[in-house]
C-alpha cells in the first residue's frame, strides 16, 4: 500500500500541494481527478520521488520512503509513467525494452511486453520516435510493465490517443490489475476513469476536495462543480 500522508509540496516559493492525503490500497485502482491545475502531476511526481515534498511523509508498505530518490523508488516497485510519454526516441523498441529489464531477462522482458501489447512485437527494430504517438504509449507502458512494479502511476496516458488505442490501453491497465498492480491514475476520460476505479479522489487547489468510491461521487457537489462538465 502506498500512503500519501499530509503532503506539502510546489515550485520555488509556490506552494501547490497544501497538506494532502491519500491510500493507494493493494491491488487497486485509484483515479485522481481535478481541473487544470489543481496539482495532480504534482501529486505524481512526489509519488515517484521526482520532486521533494517540504512537508508530510511518503510511505510504502509501511516503511517510509519520503527521502528515496527515484531511482530507489522504482528498485521497491513504485513506477512513473510521465505526461508525455516516456521512451527513448532514438533507441528502438527493443533497445527500449531491454533498458528496463534485469540483468538476465531481457529475452522474458521483451517477451512480456509483446504478450501485452503485440503490436510491438511487429516494432522490435523499429527507432521508437518514429511509431505513433499510440504505439509509443504502449512503448513507455510496456516498459513500466517488464520491471514487474507493485505500483504505477499513471499520467494521462490515453491522452490525444484514437478510441481504439485507448480501448487497448484500458485493457493493459486491467491485466496490470489483475496481476496485483495497484494503478494511481490521472485521466483525462474521467468516465472511463471512474468506470475502472476503485476509490477516487479529488483535488481542487492542492488540496482533497472529496475521497470515496466512484459511486459516491456521482450526486456531489465538489464534482459538478470541478470535473462534471466531463461527464
Ligand atoms: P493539468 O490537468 O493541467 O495537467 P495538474 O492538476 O496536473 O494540471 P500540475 O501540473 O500539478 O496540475 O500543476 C499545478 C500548479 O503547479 C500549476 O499552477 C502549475 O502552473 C504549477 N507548476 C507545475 N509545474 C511547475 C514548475 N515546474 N514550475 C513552477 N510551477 C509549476
Known amino acids: ?6 503532503i506539502v509540496a510546489g515550485y520555488g516559493g509556490t506552494t501547490v500541494l497544501r497538506g494532502v492525503d491519500l491510500l493507494v490500497p493493494e491491488g487497486s485502482v485509484v483515479a485522481m481527478l481535478g481541473a487544470n491545475g489543481a496539482g495532480k502531476t504534482t501529486l505524481l511526481r512526489v509519488a515517484s520521488g521526482l520532486l521533494p515534498a517540504t512537508g508530510g511523509q511518503l510511505v510504502l508498505d509501511g516503511t517510509d520512503v519520503t527521502r528515496s530518490s527515484p531511482h530507489q523508488l522504482v528498485t521497491r516497485g513504485i513506477c512513473h509513467v510521465p505526461e508525455g510519454r516516456g521512451v527513448f526516441p532514438s533507441l528502438t523498441v527493443q533497445e527500449n525494452l531491454i533498458l528496463q529489464s534485469l540483468r538476465g531477462e531481457e529475452k522474458r522482458a521483451i517477451e512480456r511486453a509483446v504478450e501485452a501489447f503485440p503490436r510491438l512485437g511487429e516494432r522490435l527494430s523499429q527507432v521508437a520516435g518514429t511509431m505513433s504517438g499510440g504505439e509509443q504509449q504502449m512503448l513507455a507502458l510496456a516498459r513500466t510493465y517488464v520491471q514487474h512494479p507493485k505500483v504505477v502511476l ?5 491522452m490525444g490517443l484514437a478510441p481504439k488505442i485507448v480501448d487497448e490501453i484500458f485493457d ?4 496490470l490489475r489483475n496481476e496485483g498492480c495497484s494503478l494511481l491514475l490521472v485521466e483525462q476520460y474521467v468516465t472511463r476513469a471512474l468506470e475502472v ?3 477516487v479522489y479529488l483535488l481542487n487547489r492542492g488540496e482533497v ?11 456531489e457537489d465538489v464534482f459538478t462543480q470541478y470535473v462534471g462538465a466531463d461527464i
Open 1 to 6: 500500500m502506498l500512503e500519501l500522508k499530509g
Open 209 to 219: 476536495a472529496f475521497a470515496g468510491e466512484p459511486s459516491e461521487l456521482a450526486g
Open 197 to 199: 476505479a476503485d476509490y
Open 154 to 158: 499513471l499520467d494521462e496516458v490515453s
Open 172 to 175: 493493459f491497465l486491467a491485466r
